[in-house]
């Protein structure tokens, strides 16, 4: 058991059913009237932010987050294949689970897969992933005015902004979190 006086950033712990972590706390001891724990805590599975105070002496059952590494392998319908990258089995998960940064993934990209208690509920691809260019308008000469950007198709799929100087074929570099072009990949 946790109690809200041990509280410390990225402690998870169930609370009304639901995972939380802890993104801030603050242990408060007012002038008059009983010590207590202001919090920040973050709902793991749906991502919302809440903030609420606790008794220091409230007891909590700890929640134990897993996070796997695995290989995307392959789409069938709306399952998507994981090979877990110790036993190498493949493991299907539902495509409501993945987020709107899985349009930069490819096959055999690795990506974090998080579950609680063998239920996934979040897929996240690398921070930065590396695609080439399938399709994109060529930049037009004399055309130099600064930041100005052009749609570009990627292998994964995806539509980005990039400068006009990309061509297809180039490999260029993509921040997945935002789903911006970062720079031109080395190599």
Do not use: W
């Amino acid at each position: 058991m946790i109690s809200a006086g041990d509280f410390r950033n990225g402690i998870t712990f169930e609370h009304d059913g639901k995972v939380m972590q802890i993104i801030e706390f603050q242990h408060v001891k007012p002038g008059k009237g009983a010590a207590f724990v202001r919090t920040k805590m973050r709902n793991v599975i749906t991502g919302t932010v809440v903030e609420t105070s606790f008794n220091p002496s409230d007891k909590f059952e700890p929640a134990y987050v897993e996070r796997r590494e695995m290989e995307y392998s392959y789409q069938d319908g709306n399952l998507y294949y994981f090979m877990n990258n110790e036993t190498y089995e493949l493991e299907p998960i539902d495509g409501s689970v993945l987020g709107d940064n899985f349009q930069f993934v490819i096959e055999n990209m690795p990506c974090t897969v998080a579950s609680y208690k063998g239920k996934v509920f979040a897929v996240d691809p690398p921070n930065f992933v590396d695609l080439v260019v399938t399709e994109s308008d060529p930049g037009v000469k004399g055309d130099t005015a600064t930041n100005v950007t052009k749609p570009a198709t990627l292998e994964s799929g995806a539509v980005v902004k990039v400068p006009l100087f990309i061509n297809p074929g180039e490999k260029i570099r993509i921040d997945t979190r935002t789903g911006d072009y970062m720079e031109r990949a080395k190599g």
